[in-house]
């Protein structure tokens, strides 16, 4: 009837205005976050196949949120690329992942290596390379002990500006690592095209192996692609021992995963790297 359209209309313009609400409540949020710095950064370490020794870890953002506990990336970041507030945090990131870099390998740790994910946004911010260079030199940082984590959205829009930049970072020392390898649509011609020294075998091809065919077939054929191509390989995602014994079959070189350790804040990362 007549009525029912008429409050099915009222419904929706209510519905439409507590989703705009609810948005701007989030986006002033994030900016409070921002500015009580209530952001902080988790790291999981990435082994070798002995699986005891610790070369490097993934930088992983977190939010403390003041009501909501510990937040996970997937639930902010893609609001904070949404209201451009990725590139001020995205710069606390590196500078802090520098910082903590610095006290770690003053406390003994002197070749340890942090792998830290920057957006496609921030990296196509003109500032990003002066910003990255400023933050070695300000924490006393080697560009070799840094990667970055990049997914291949990075090239979208201008492939020789994302090759002239890479290539500026790798004269710092700084590693490219291509994050979420095979997940996208041009994986293989971004790496023909994208100077690129590290693979990141995405978890959900890592989920299923060894018994599913596919994600077997894609592992082997991308290890024996990178020995060729001389690229590092990093297996994300490793929850147990079947899965690691079939990448060290294929001598894959790191291995990230919950089956060595969860993404761990500070003070745990400290204790566990820190002992000898
Ligand atoms: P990612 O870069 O693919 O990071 C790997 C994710 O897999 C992390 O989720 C990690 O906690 C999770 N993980 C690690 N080991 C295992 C495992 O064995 N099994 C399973 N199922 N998952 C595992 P997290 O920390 O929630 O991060 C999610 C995403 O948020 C990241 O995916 C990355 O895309 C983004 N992100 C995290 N930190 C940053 C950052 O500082 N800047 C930007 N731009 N994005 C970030
Ligand atoms: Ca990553
Ligand atoms: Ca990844
Ligand atoms: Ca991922």
Not at 225 to 230: S, V
Request: hydrophobic share 35%; glycine share 6%; proline share 4%.
């Amino acid at each position: 009837s007549k009525n029912t359209g008429k409050n099915q209309v009222r419904f929706y313009d209510d519905e439409l205005e507590q989703t705009e609400r609810r948005r701007q409540q989030l986006e002033e949020e994030l900016s409070q976050a921002i500015k009580n710095e209530e952001f902080l950064l988790y790291y999981q370490p990435q082994v070798d196949s002995s699986g005891t020794n610790i070369l490097q870890a993934e930088v992983l953002l977190r939010w403390q949120h003041p009501k909501h506990g510990v937040v996970n990336p997937d639930e902010f970041v893609p609001h904070l690329e949404e209201y451009g507030l990725i590139i001020p945090v995205g710069k606390w990131v590196l500078k802090e992942s520098c910082r903590q870099l610095r006290v770690w390998q003053l406390a003994g740790r002197s070749q340890l290596c942090l792998s830290i994910n920057v957006s496609a946004n921030q990296f196509s911010h003109p500032d990003f390379i002066p910003f990255v260079e400023q933050c070695l030199i300000e924490h006393q940082v080697l560009g070799k002990y840094i990667e970055l984590e990049l997914t291949e959205s990075v090239a979208i829009h201008d492939i020789p500006s994302t090759i002239k930049k890479m290539n500026k970072l790798q004269e710092l020392g700084i590693r490219i690592a291509l994050d979420d390898f095979g997940t996208g649509y041009s994986s293989l011609s971004y790496l023909k095209h994208l100077p690129i020294n590290t693979l990141k075998i995405d978890q959900s091809f890592v989920q299923g192996l060894p018994h599913d065919g596919y994600d077997a077939a894609i592992v082997e054929t991308t290890m024996v692609m990178a020995h060729h191509l001389g690229l590092t390989v990093v297996a994300e995602g490793v929850e147990n021992t079947i899965q690691l014994d079939f990448l060290k079959k294929q001598e894959c070189h790191l291995y990230q995963g919950y089956l060595f350790s969860q993404p761990l804040n500070v003070d745990k990362f400290s204790k566990l790297i820190l002992v000898d």
